[in-house]
């Protein structure tokens, strides 16, 4: 396997990166504002099924008495 020098290196990987095709600014807060409403709709999804476990839990733990 053939060794490249730092120089080479580095002369690829600007080459590399200019095919990365960057989002807008606009994109870029369209996701961000996407990923707070779903991780806020989880949370909201992950309380209530919790809350219902925590609730049948606490019935049969009371049946148990």
């Known amino acids: ?9 580095i002369r690829q990987v600007r ?5 990365v095709v960057w989002p ?5 807060v369209m996701t961000g504002v996407m990923v707070v409403i ?4 989880l949370a909201m999804f992950f309380l209530s ?6 609730a049948v839990v ?6 148990a008495q």
Do not use: W
């Not at 606490?58 to 049946?63: F, R």
């Open 49 to 54: 099924v919790d809350s219902i476990f925590n």
């Open 15 to 19: 080459t590399e990166t200019a095919k």
């Open 1 to 9: 396997m053939a060794k490249t020098t730092p120089i080479e290196f």
């Open 24 to 28: 807008t600014g606009r994109e870029t």
């Open 38 to 41: 779903m991780t806020t709709v």
């Open 58 to 63: 606490k019935a049969l733990l009371s049946l």
